[in-house]
Nanobody, 120 residues
Framework: QVQLVESGGGLVQPGGSLRVSCVASGSIFRINAAGWYRQAPGKQRELVATDTGGGAPNYADSVKGRFTISRDNAKNTVYLQMNSLKPEDTAVYYC??????????????WGQGTQVTVSS
């Protein structure tokens, strides 16, 4: 059984910063890849950032230079540092993990989402 718990969302003024976290617990052997997605009201879920571990992270054009994805494999935790936030960044942010479990089964998991609101 694997659980993903997100935290760190909230209300921030334009130009501010937030860091959201995603902690995975359970019988985890390895994080193969990680990603952050977001969904704004009335819009489809979109990719924000991915880290496959095999090269440089990939970012949506709208967040390049402002957002940074990182992970602490020892803590099974993935972060999204968001700087210079804009009102259009307002959305529910979801983490996504591609995991290998201790039984060597590989599967994908989603967090429950955390609300980020950018407003003055």
């Amino acid at each position: 059984q694997v659980q993903l718990v997100e935290s760190g969302g909230g209300l921030v003024q334009p130009g501010g910063s937030l860091r959201v976290s995603c902690v995975a617990s359970g019988s985890i052997f390895r994080i193969n890849a990680a990603g952050w997605y977001r969904q704004a009201p009335g819009k489809q879920r979109e990719l924000v950032a991915t880290d496959t571990g095999g090269g440089a992270p990939n970012y949506a054009d709208s967040v390049k230079g402002r957002f940074t994805i990182s992970r602490d494999n020892a803590k099974n935790t993935v972060y999204l540092q968001m700087n210079s936030l804009k009102p259009e960044d307002t959305a529910v942010y979801y983490c996504y993990l591609d995991l290998t479990l201790t039984n060597f089964r590989r599967d994908n998991y989603w967090g429950q989402g955390t609300q980020v609101t950018v407003s003055s």
